[in-house]
């Protein structure tokens, strides 16, 4: 896509992407809330969240977590603003940091988790990623079950 650019988040894209979170309750539903805590932090040596422009315009982020000793890279999230969804950003950001994670380190491959995320299985699958299990999970917000699934993709 012309004009689609990827950058290091700076301080402002976090405050930018945490508000668009707050503000949208539908999209906090499909984040990834199992509740990530400093012990799974401090067992990871870096983390990274990308940002997407389209000319000088934000239009989403991409958060990764990485240096497991899985040999994964976790890509914890990728949010598009809703008014630039269906237009292939999702795809060129993952694409991006998958290519940055095979550049940057030397692990297994990447793993991510959607919660009940139909586009986004959608998008994962046709970038021939492994479906390598479904559980339900409790959802804390709600109480109700939704199914998770984990994908992985190995270099």
Same mark, same amino acid.
């Given at each position: 896509m012309e004009g689609l650019n990827f950058r290091f988040s700076t301080s402002e894209d976090e405050i930018l992407y945490h508000n668009s979170l707050l503000n949208?309750?539908?999209?906090?539903?499909? !984040?990834? !809330?199992r509740g990530w805590n400093e012990d799974f932090i401090?067992? %990871?040596? =870096?983390?990274?969240?990308? #940002?997407?422009?389209?000319?000088t315009?934000?239009?989403?982020?991409? *958060? @990764?977590?990485?240096?497991?000793?899985?040999?994964f890279t976790y890509?914890?999230?990728?949010?598009?603003?809703p008014q630039y969804r269906k237009r292939g950003i999702g795809r060129e950001l993952v694409k991006y940091a998958e290519d940055y @994670? /095979?550049?940057t380190w030397n692990g297994v491959g990447v793993e991510l988790f959607t919660l009940d995320n /139909?586009? @986004?299985? #959608?998008?994962?699958?046709? !970038?021939? =990623?492994?479906?390598?299990g479904v559980a339900l999970k409790r959802y804390f917000r %709600?109480?109700?079950?939704?199914? !998770? #699934?984990? =994908?992985? *993709?190995?270099y």
């Open positions: 949208s309750p539908e999209d906090c539903e499909k !984040e990834d !809330e401090e067992r %990871n040596t =870096w983390r990274v969240t990308l #940002t997407a422009t389209l000319g315009r934000v239009v989403g982020f991409l *958060k @990764m977590i990485g240096g497991s000793s899985t040999g890509l914890q999230t990728v949010y598009i603003f @994670m /095979k550049r /139909k586009p @986004m299985d #959608t998008l994962i699958e046709s !970038e021939h =990623w492994i479906k390598d %709600n109480g109700r079950f939704i199914p !998770e #699934t984990r =994908w992985i *993709k190995l």
